[in-house]
């Protein structure tokens, strides 16, 4: 019986940590996804628009490229 009770405690140990594994995927892909959106948005604004808010272009293409390989950065 204890083996029985020790392996059933495995199974569901391996089956939470790869919940808990997928939801980590998951969240990292929906901040990638917001990450991509707002470097989208800033890309799109002309110099001006980018001055308001104190960015430059460099500052944009930066976030661009920070957003590119945050996916794969964890």
Request: aromatic share 6%.
């Amino acid at each position: 019986m204890p083996a029985t009770t020790a392996t059933e405690n495995l199974s569901t140990s391996s089956a939470q940590q790869t919940a808990q594994g997928l939801t980590g995927l998951f969240l990292r892909f929906e901040d990638w996804l917001a990450q991509r959106a707002s470097a989208r948005t800033l890309y799109g604004m002309d110099d001006q628009a980018l001055s308001d808010i104190a960015l430059s272009r460099s500052d944009v293409e930066r976030v661009n490229s920070s957003a590119r390989k945050a996916l794969w950065s964890h």
